[in-house]
Structure formats: C-alpha cells, structure tokens
C-alpha cells in the first residue's frame, strides 16, 4: 500500500503517514509529495492508494491550504482520521541560539509557536515555506544563522542539533489528519462524516437552515468551518463535521433536506472515530 504524504522526509505529514502505515493490516510504503493537491491527484489517479492531509491544529485552527484542496475531492474520499500530538523544537546547525537570526518553518508551525519567539527571541525573522521537513532541508543548508522549526525527528534527518524543545505556545498542542483514500469506509458505530457546501445566495437565517436540519434529526456537528469561496469578496463554502455515517438514517434525512437549501453539497467521506495515535 502507497501512502503520500507532504515531503520532503521528517515533516508531521510523514510522521502521520508512517503512524497511519504501523496500524494497518497490510505492507505500506510512504511516498513524499510536493503538495496537497499532488497526494489527491495521486489517489483518484490510482498510483497511491491513499493521502494524509492535515486539517486543523488545536492551537491555530484550520490548516487553510488544505482544505481549499478538499473541495475538489472527485473519486476520492475522506476515510479515516488520526490525531497527533505535536511538539515543536528549534533546531540549527551549531545548537547555539546567538547565531540564529532567521528561522525557516511552515505557516502553521510559526503561528503554533509565535508567542514563545515574541518573548524570547523577537530578533529572529521567520521565513516560511512548504513544510517543516524543508524547513530543516533549508537551515542545514544556510549554515548557523538559519534555523527550522520542525519535530525532533527531523533534526536527527539533516542533522541539526536542538536548540530549544517543546517550543509551542500550547502544551496541548494536536494536528488533526485525514486520510483520503479510493473507498467509502463503512459504518462502525463510531463514525464522524464531513461535508462541505455553499449557499446560492445569502439571506437571513440560511446557516440556520442547515444547523437546524441536524439538530431535528438529533445530530452533532464536531466542527464548522467557513473559507472564502474565492470567486467574489463576501462569498464563503462551509465545511462540517458531524457525529454520524453517511449511510445512517438519521443523516440521509438531514442531508437531503440540506441539499434543497443550498447551492452545492458535496459529501467528502465517513469514517471513525480515532481520538489520539501518539
């Protein structure tokens, strides 16, 4: 089995992976990809098998680039997730803080750790890029006055030494993943589905409309997010997660009667529930 993750080697997407890759029942080999949109290309293609893409962080909320990616979900679906604790370190070549004046990381990873930087270290630059992992990549290859923010792992991967561990403003700090794959999982009892849609037009009370049509078929949503629809100021698509299967009764109902209110409604998947790997 093929599973793609956001490379290059060390990122959180690949500790997820290999996580994802030790429970399941058949051999797996996790390939890195240069994007978001390349690891579901990947599975409605055929050459993976499934992705993990993170999708929130309990610190910074939504992981926005990847789920403006999930919209275009095909033949693809939504079928597992896995949480994962995150532990930031800051790491360069010397392991000596008074060289470092830039440090290299992914957006989410400086918003997860902007507090401690603003008390300690408010002269370092941050300078983003696409991943923790080439955050390491970068700093390795700048020499001491470049840093990475990235997981422990990854220092012993491009062998920087650690300057400062744990480093992330909330000790609860969790990046939720889903994994995308070629099949609907089936009904587990324990199951969560997430969906996404768009209105036709705003007027009073239409989020309402939705809300309520779980809420009489005794629903919970877990999550509700909106993201901008891109194509005009002011315009925005939903994203929920809500207790239950797509093939549960009492979410036909509610589904069916959300898709008479909106413009758009795609399903991305159901799967279970997984409350923590690490």
């Not at 309402?208 to 891109?230: M, Q």
């Not at 315009?235 to 509610?254: C, L, M, N, P, R």
Request: contains cysteine; glycine residues 8%; charged residues 15%.
């Amino acid at each position: 089995m093929k599973i793609g993750y956001l490379g290059p080697l060390g990122s959180y997407s690949h500790e997820a992976a290999c996580q994802y890759a030790s429970i399941s029942s058949d051999p797996a080999e996790c390939i890195a990809m240069p994007s978001f949109s390349a690891i579901i290309e990947g599975v409605e293609l055929g050459y993976l098998d499934s992705g993990v893409i993170p999708v929130e962080n309990s610190t910074h909320g939504a992981v926005a680039s990847a789920m403006d990616m999930l919209v275009k979900l095909n033949k693809g679906t939504a079928c597992g997730e896995l949480v994962l604790n995150i532990e930031h370190c800051l790491l360069n070549i010397s392991g000596c803080i008074d060289d470092i004046k830039y440090v290299f990381s992914h957006e989410q990873a400086f918003e997860q750790c902007r507090e401690f930087f603003f008390n300690n270290y408010p002269h370092i630059e941050f300078i983003r890029c696409s991943s923790t992992s080439q955050a390491c990549e970068m700093a390795q290859q700048k020499g001491s006055s470049y840093g990475a923010v990235a997981g422990q792992p990854a220092s012993q991967i491009y062998g920087l030494n650690v300057v400062e561990q744990n480093i992330q403003d909330n000790v609860f700090n969790q990046t939720r993943f889903l994994i995308i794959g070629g099949k609907q999982s089936k009904p587990t009892g324990i199951d969560k589905t997430s969906i996404v849609f768009a209105f036709h037009d705003d007027y009073p009370g239409s989020l309402f409309g939705v809300l309520k049509a779980f809420a009489s078929n005794g629903i919970n949503l877990t999550r509700i997010e909106s993201r901008p629809a891109k194509h005009i100021m002011g315009k925005y698509i939903f994203y929920i997660d809500f207790s239950g299967h797509v093939e549960d009764k009492a979410s036909t109902a509610a589904l069916k009667e959300i898709g008479g209110q909106v413009n758009w409604l795609k399903v991305l998947g159901s799967y279970p529930v997984v409350s923590k790997i690490r």
